[in-house]
């Protein structure tokens, strides 16, 4: 195997924000293939791409852009097993740039284009990150030369090295490296650091910080059928409205458990949604070869003391330990014992890990392992399972508040409702409640997809806040609209007020679609109950959202693969 080395721009580099635009000004008039293969030159070791799909490709990768028709793009993405893992993962990151360079483009100037950009590299928070992020892939370059668990870190090498595959190919140099390259802290590393910057910002004392308090990421369901005829998975993201640039994606990518080699990984096939130049899902909802689907609600962290525990070393960052634990685990606990290591106590979620090997339809009794809970905060992580609950009330909802005691009190939420009422609490929440009244109605995927997408604040009781002015608010229900907020409101925090943000897809898997990789999503704000979004007329409208449709009615799609 070829031996890939990590090495990091240093502190006297070219400034960072140089570095992007030098990366994304030639993509942005560039001509773009949706089919392209990544061909090794067998004479020169050269990698070049060609828009076709060829059999002999070392990967290979085909976009579908349906953005304006139906609201999503589709990637499918495939390595070649009869070449070696460090080759496979770094043409996979080039085939993927290639065919949807365009969509990075339009996604990195509506999302992170300001963010410790030219006029904010030099200041002191930027500074803090970039020192952060420099001093964390330099310890993961010792650890993977030092190769004292060799499946690990040959997973985290592998993640690094398509990144960098990703980069070079945007750029439009493709090299790939033979002892050693280099990864920008402000490249498209960010692109994948979206959740870790949420803590990274708080426990590096961001005082330009853009989140407000209370701020709620995300809804899930797992609903057990009548008669256990069924399982039901499904997720709703919550996110600014300027993040809607999506992707549905494939990866095959038949990774080895080594670098010696060994058996392929049981995660080798994993579909999930995504966003262009993210190389993981980031909402996050996987469905995955070995049997497994993972998605997670983000819970935070409202305690500074627990801040101490994020450092960089021993710290693997969580986009990349969700990565390795989704390739190498074959069930629940396993998922749980991988993913726990180096708690980098950023992007702090309850994670459901749903093992549909251990679900047989309409059996009665209570299949252990079938669904796994875990929560991370910094400095702690806690799993159990909890198949015997999911059958004892015929549901698991997750709505951004923790659910173990010990997360709950040490996180600070605890506090925060002494302070604020309900709201925070884990059972009178008001998502915890409409969760509690509706999920008997859900009977099939049609009635699953009703709930996930359920905004009726003006007229349910459950979606008043009655510290509000006016009374019934929009970030109330499982999929929020919090644009459709009075402006002219008072509201006791942050998130209760008037922003883009809300409830920006839904996707929903079962025990039949999950075998076949499918599943059914829809992208953009619910409207099923509230006027639709709709950019042109939204008090958001100069905010920049290229590449977006203007106004945002679409219907749930199947996604289904060849």
């Given at each position: 195997m070829t031996i890939?080395?990590?090495?990091?721009?240093?502190?006297m580099a070219v400034p960072s924000w140089c570095l992007l635009l030098v990366v994304l000004l030639p993509a942005a008039g560039r001509a773009q293939s949706p089919v392209v293969s990544v061909i090794l030159d067998p004479q020169t070791g050269n990698l070049s791409t060609v828009p076709e799909k060829r059999t002999d490709a070392v990967a290979w990768a085909v976009l579908k852009d349906g953005i304006q028709e139906n609201g999503w793009a589709v990637l499918e993405l495939e390595s070649n097993k009869n070449y070696n893992?460090?080759?496979?993962?770094?043409?996979?990151?080039?085939?993927?740039?290639?065919?949807?360079?365009?969509?990075?483009?339009?996604?990195?100037?509506?999302?992170?284009?300001?963010?410790?950009?030219?006029?904010?590299?030099?200041?002191?928070?930027?500074?803090?990150?970039?020192?952060?992020?420099?001093?964390?892939?330099?310890?993961?370059?010792?650890?993977?030369?030092?190769?004292?668990?060799?499946?690990?870190?040959?997973?985290?090498?592998?993640?690094?090295?398509?990144?960098?595959?990703?980069?070079?190919?945007?750029?439009?140099?493709?090299?790939f490296p033979q002892k050693k390259f280099t990864l920008s802290p402000f490249g498209f590393l960010l692109f994948q650091l979206g959740g870790d910057l949420e803590d990274l910002e708080a426990a590096l004392n961001n005082s330009e910080a853009q989140s407000p308090f209370g701020s709620g990421s995300c809804s899930a369901l797992i609903k057990l059928l009548p008669r256990n005829k069924d399982l039901l998975v499904s997720h709703v993201t919550w996110n600014t409205y300027q993040s809607m640039l999506r992707i549905i994606k494939k990866y095959t990518l038949p990774f080895r458990t080594s670098p010696k080699g060994g058996t392929v990984v049981p995660g080798w096939a994993q579909t999930f949604s995504s966003y262009p130049g993210t190389i993981f899902s980031g909402d996050d909802f996987y469905q995955l070869s070995s049997g497994l689907v993972t998605l997670e609600t983000t819970i935070g962290n409202s305690n500074p003391n627990l801040w101490k525990y994020i450092q960089p070393q021993n710290s693997v960052l969580?986009?990349?330990?969700?990565?390795?634990?989704?390739?190498?685990?074959?069930?629940?606990?396993?998922?749980?014992?991988?993913?726990?290591?180096?708690?980098?106590?950023?992007?702090?979620?309850?994670?459901m890990i749903v093992d549909y090997n251990k679900f047989h339809a309409g059996a009665a009794e209570v299949p252990s392992g079938l669904l796994t809970i875990l929560e991370q905060i910094p400095g702690m992580v806690i799993a159990e399972d909890k198949s015997d609950l999911l059958y004892q009330t015929g549901?698991?909802?997750?709505?951004?508040?923790?659910?173990?005691?010990?997360?709950?009190?040490?996180?600070?939420?605890?506090?925060?409702?002494?302070?604020?009422?309900?709201?925070?609490?884990?059972?009178?929440?008001?998502?915890?409640?409409?969760?509690?009244?509706?999920?008997?109605?859900?009977?099939?995927?049609?009635?699953?997809?009703?709930?996930?997408?359920?905004?009726?604040?003006?007229?349910?009781?459950?979606?008043?806040?009655?510290?509000?002015?006016?009374?019934?608010?929009?970030?109330?229900?499982?999929?929020?609209?919090?644009?459709?907020?009075?402006?002219?409101?008072?509201?006791?925090?942050?998130?209760?007020?008037?922003?883009?943000?809300?409830?920006?897809?839904?996707?929903?898997?079962?025990?039949?679609?999950?075998?076949?990789?499918i599943m059914m999503a829809v992208n953009g704000p619910t409207w099923d109950?509230?006027?639709?979004?709709?950019?042109?007329?939204?008090?958001?409208?100069?905010?920049?959202?290229?590449g977006h449709p203007d106004l945002w009615k679409f219907n749930p799609i199947v996604i289904r693969w060849d």
């Open positions: 890939i080395q990590l090495h990091v721009i240093s502190e893992d460090s080759i496979q993962a770094y043409a996979a990151g080039v085939a993927e740039a290639a065919v949807s360079q365009r969509l990075i483009y339009m996604h990195w100037m509506n999302t992170m284009v300001n963010y410790c950009g030219p006029y904010k590299y030099e200041t002191p928070y930027c500074e803090r990150l970039r020192a952060y992020l420099q001093a964390n892939l330099a310890w993961m370059q010792e650890q993977m030369e030092k190769s004292e668990d060799q499946e690990y870190w040959h997973q985290v090498r592998l993640a690094l090295l398509q990144l960098k595959g990703l980069e070079d190919s945007y750029d439009g140099i493709i090299s969580e986009w990349l330990r969700n990565i390795v634990a989704n390739r190498l685990a074959t069930g629940g606990q396993e998922w749980v014992d991988i993913f726990k290591m180096f708690n980098s106590g950023t992007y702090n979620n309850q994670w549901y698991w909802a997750s709505y951004n508040v923790p659910y173990f005691t010990e997360i709950f009190n040490a996180s600070g939420q605890a506090a925060l409702v002494e302070q604020y009422g309900d709201w925070f609490s884990y059972s009178k929440t008001p998502r915890a409640q409409i969760f509690h009244r509706n999920q008997t109605f859900v009977q099939d995927l049609s009635s699953m997809v009703k709930l996930m997408r359920y905004n009726d604040f003006l007229h349910d009781p459950l979606s008043r806040c009655e510290s509000c002015t006016p009374k019934q608010n929009g970030e109330n229900a499982i999929s929020a609209r919090s644009d459709l907020n009075s402006a002219n409101g008072t509201y006791p925090f942050g998130a209760m007020r008037q922003r883009q943000h809300g409830g920006t897809d839904m996707k929903v898997t079962s025990y039949d679609f999950a075998k076949r990789h109950q509230v006027p639709p979004f709709e950019w042109s007329t939204s008090p958001f409208r100069n905010l920049t959202h290229m």
